[in-house]
């Protein structure tokens, strides 16, 4: 069964960076992409960007210049990276396995960290 | 980026109803259409994938059905523990995109 622990700053002031990272207990870390979603009461569910063990990369267009995501397999954890926030970016972060989207096999994700409120204000 | 829409936004209903949600999106998207269930403070629970198939360890008494743009989850009877918000996500093409959700609860 796998678990997944994240952590990270829960309260930030505008321009601050928001970091947080999760880790993966239990299964293979290998092989499977690993994804970052948002949910918001005024955007909802948003996905936010995804990585593999091997560091392939994709990103939301829509917050790509702010974000970077990042992994350690040595440690079995990713991180997120957003620059820059805003109270638009106030919301529960969580981390997930999976990827967002693929045709050469089928995406979900499937385990889920437990979530992070991360408040911006000022 | 394509965008779901979820009907009906929210229901009542009764242990042991059987309940439908549909949700369509703004363009056709094979059969690549999740579904999750949430409860409040926690997060997401994959139920279905592939508009169809069962994620394992959930009831038999969900099912996913539809493809191209239309799509549906139905619970046959639904149980006290699945008073709950639901939402589909498309995974054609990114960014995957979450339907805005259907709230479920008690009559």
């Known amino acids: 069964q796998v678990q997944i622990q994240q952590w990270g700053a829960g309260l930030l002031k505008p321009s601050e960076t928001l970091s947080l990272t999760c880790a993966a207990d239990g299964g293979s870390f290998v092989a499977y992409y690993w994804s970052w979603i948002r949910q918001s009461p005024v955007k909802g569910l948003e996905w936010i960007a995804e990585i593999n063990d091997i560091g392939n990369t994709d990103y939301n267009p829509s917050l790509k210049s702010r974000v970077t995501i990042s992994i350690d397999t040595s440690k079995k954890q990713f991180s997120l990276k957003l620059t820059s926030v805003t109270a638009a970016d106030t919301a529960v972060y969580y981390c997930a396995r999976g990827r967002n989207a693929c045709t050469n096999g089928m995406c979900y994700f499937d385990y889920w960290g437990q979530g992070t409120l991360t408040t911006v204000s000022s | ?107």
């Open chain 2, 1 to 107: 980026d394509i965008q779901m829409t979820q009907s009906p936004s929210s229901l009542s209903a009764s242990v042991g109803d059987r309940v439908t949600i549909t949700c369509r999106a703004s363009q056709g998207i094979s059969s690549y259409l999740n579904w999750y269930q949430q409860k409040p403070g926690k997060a997401p629970k994959l139920l279905i994938y592939a508009a169809s198939s069962l994620q394992s360890g959930v009831p038999s008494r969900f099912r996913g059905s539809g493809s191209g743009r239309e799509f549906t989850l139905t619970i046959s009877s639904v149980q006290s523990e699945d008073f709950a918000t639901y939402y589909c996500q498309q995974s054609y093409s990114s960014p995957g995109t979450f339907g805005p959700g259907t709230r479920v609860d008690i009559k």
